[in-house]
């Protein structure tokens, strides 16, 4: 049976994708559900010991990751699986890894060896730390690199003490750094006919992450803190109560003040000698807070959030993820979207965060089983059905 395509965006390509767990298979994911043919190379069941790696396989933090692919089993560790997976290299576009950094050296695997076997291949590879350096061997994991990239000191309240965000944020930036390499790694070969490797790390992704709250050390020399709901800069914008909840409202710079002033029915505060310049406002943060506050109490959610945007002040909800899907506005975006299981039952998923006008993406097939396209793919590679046989003999597959 033909293998459908999520788009025609990337349909050139073939991707043999050796990932698991979490920032592997999101820069997979991103290849995937723009149409390259990804080929999820897993290892045999008989050899796992014990749950494979990223969870049940049937539970919704798995099946979030692998849609859009198909399933291989190969041994790498034995002559004849390396053999095989060297005759895949040699037609597909791209290796995706996130082993250790060793790994891939002794399984024979690393950039020169694939090379060897195609000049036009991408080798991409996520680490904890990076592919060399004095922790080029550590384990790496989301948190530590939260921890370790100033993520968790500027997270939380004041003097609260390290917070980690509530989103594996270096798993996932890591992952969807890899793709944009793998992808300007695909554009140069349009140019040069040669492949590269694209390597990045939790802790690198991490970094970038802080974007200005780096930019404030490396420039300025100030060492940013925790600033809790508030923004670190932009004074003020942050979380107030309602007469029924709470609600963001971003009031940045001049203009925005004075229009969040004379919503709230407070024009006093324009003209307050505490509040009168932005230097001030932060300064007085606090008490600046506490006088909104004192004015969103009366109203509800709703009813603020309607105002501040008739008059041109950026304000939301605070929602649980519930009420996310539930918006309006998320709806209409399609970002949940419906996929069906062999079953027949529907699965549901997150879409793509951006559109393409021409090639969209679109979920076409949920998670596959382990091994499932085996012999399907083996055979699109040019394996004979005797080759076949033999692998399975062996236990290789």
């Keep these: 049976m033909p293998f459908s395509r999520a788009s025609e ?15 592997g298979p999101t820069c997979v994911r991103q290849l995937a559900d723009w149409g390259a043919n990804v080929i999820k190379i897993e290892t045999p069941p008989h050899l796992e010991k014990g749950e494979g790696p990223g969870g049940p396989r049937e539970g919704s933090d798995f099946q979030n990751l692998h849609r859009n692919k198909r399933s291989v089993t190969l041994d790498l560790k034995s002559p004849q699986g390396l ?12 290796v995706v890894e996130n082993f250790r950094p060793d790994v891939k050296d002794r399984l024979g695997i690393d950039y020169e060896s694939l090379r060897a076997v195609n000049k036009g291949i991408v080798l991409a590879s996520i680490s904890g730390f990076g592919q060399d350096g004095p922790y ?11 921890g370790m990239g100033g993520l968790m000191s500027i997270t939380g309240l004041p003097g609260q ?10 798993d996932l930036c890591a992952g969807l750094f890899c793709a944009i390499g793998i992808m300007t790694a695909l554009l140069e070969r349009e140019v040069s006919g040669e ?22 050390w490396l420039q300025d020399h100030e060492v940013p803190k925790q600033a809790g709901n508030n923004h670190p800069t932009s004074i003020p914008t942050g979380v107030f109560k309602t007469a029924d909840g709470h609600i963001n409202i971003a009031s940045t710079g ?3 003040w004075e229009r969040t002033c004379q919503a709230i029915g407070a024009p006093e505060l324009i003209n307050n000698p505490d509040y009168v310049t932005s230097g001030l406002r932060s300064k007085n943060r606090d008490a600046c807070n506490a006088a909104i506050e004192a004015k969103t109490v009366a109203k509800t959610s709703a009813e603020w959030i309607a105002l501040f945007n008739k008059v041109g002040v950026p304000a939301g909800p605070i929602y649980s993820i ?12 399609g970002i949940a979207q419906g996929a069906k299981r ?12 951006f559109a393409l006008s021409r090639t969209p993406s679109k979920i076409v097939a949920t998670p596959p089983e382990q091994g499932e396209h085996t012999d399907e793919v083996l055979r699109e590679f040019g394996f004979a059905d005797e080759e076949i046989a033999a692998l399975h003999a062996g236990k290789v597959v």
Excluded at 136 to 146: C, L, V
Excluded at 199 to 209: E, H, P
Excluded at 322 to 333: I, N, P
Aim: proline share 5%.
């Design 342 to 353: 062999p079953d027949g039952r529907e699965q549901v998923f997150v879409g793509q965060p």
């Design 161 to 170: 003490g390290p917070v980690r965000a509530g989103i594996p944020i270096a």
């Design 195 to 216: 492949g590269q490797w694209v390597n990045t790390s939790l802790l690198q992704a991490q970094i970038f992450m802080l974007d200005f709250q780096a930019a404030r």
């Design 9 to 23: 965006a990337l349909s050139r390509f073939t991707v043999l994708d050796l990932t698991r767990v979490r920032s």
């Design 136 to 146: 080029r061997d550590r384990p790496g994991f989301d948190q530590i690199a939260q």
């Design 83 to 94: 053999a095989a997976f060297k005759r895949l290299v040699a037609k597909a576009d791209v």
């Design 254 to 256: 001049q203009v925005m």
């Design 322 to 333: 519930d009420q996310v899907f539930a918006d309006e506005q998320v709806k209409h975006l």
